[in-house]
């Protein structure tokens, strides 16, 4: 099933590369390199955390695991 990533290519478009004017590959590589690790993977609410980022996520666990 390819769903799960094609709703990913469709939300880095929509929320970053549809927005931006690149000048080089490099400069869109680093752009979306820096979306994908420090803002989809840490602090973007996801769906299937309950609604939570991935941080919330693992704050509760620690916390509960304390």
Do not use: C
Not at 4 to 29: C, D, Q
């Amino acid at each position: 099933d390819n769903a799960p990533i094609e709703s990913f290519w469709g939300i880095l478009k929509n929320e970053l590369v549809h927005h931006r004017n690149y000048k080089t590959r490099e400069e869109a590589k680093a752009d979306i390199t820096k979306y994908i690790e420090l803002f989809y993977n840490q602090g973007r609410i996801q769906k299937g955390l309950d609604f939570k980022t991935p941080n919330q996520m693992a704050e509760d666990f620690y916390r509960l695991a304390a």
